[in-house]
């Protein structure tokens, strides 16, 4: 079983990397890091990226690191949580 610290720094961070680098606008997540723009209340909200897309990355990256089913469902807890883009775009009208 790999540490909490392990998938943080690699499995969670390279979700993260791709999931805003495919967004709306883009974003190169570690230029946000050092740019403090990830401090600020609620910034993930301002990207945009499918729901499906996400969870292909995320499925993705899991199965690149080979994480067993705990492991998976920790990242899945830890980037559903925190702070993965919004799944809804903001010129979508809800019915």
Same mark, same amino acid.
């Not at 610290?5 to 969670?12: I, M, P, T």
């Not at 990355?57 to 949580?81: A, F, G, P, Q």
């Given at each position: !079983?790999?540490?909490? /610290?392990? *998938?943080? =720094? @690699?499995?969670? !961070? @390279?979700?993260?990397?791709? !999931?805003?680098? &495919?967004? =709306?606008? %883009? *974003?190169?997540?570690? /230029?946000?890091? &050092?740019?403090?723009?990830?401090? =600020?209340?609620?910034?993930? %909200?301002?990207?945009? *990226? ?5 969870? +292909? ?7 690149? $690191?080979n994480c067993n089913k705990y +492991? ?8 559903? *949580?925190?702070?993965?883009? %919004?799944? $809804?775009? /903001? @010129? =979508?009208?809800? /019915?």
């Amino acid at each position: !079983m790999r540490t909490d /610290k392990y *998938l943080w =720094e @690699n499995v969670c !961070m @390279n979700i993260y990397r791709q !999931m805003y680098k &495919e967004a =709306e606008p %883009s *974003l190169d997540f570690d /230029k946000a890091i &050092e740019d403090g723009i990830t401090a =600020e209340p609620n910034w993930f %909200s301002n990207y945009y *990226l499918p729901v499906k897309r996400q969870q +292909e990355i995320l499925d993705s990256i899991c199965e690149k $690191y080979n994480c067993n089913k705990y +492991e998976k469902r920790k990242v899945e807890t830890t980037i559903w *949580l925190g702070a993965a883009p %919004s799944g $809804y775009h /903001k @010129n =979508e009208r809800v /019915k």
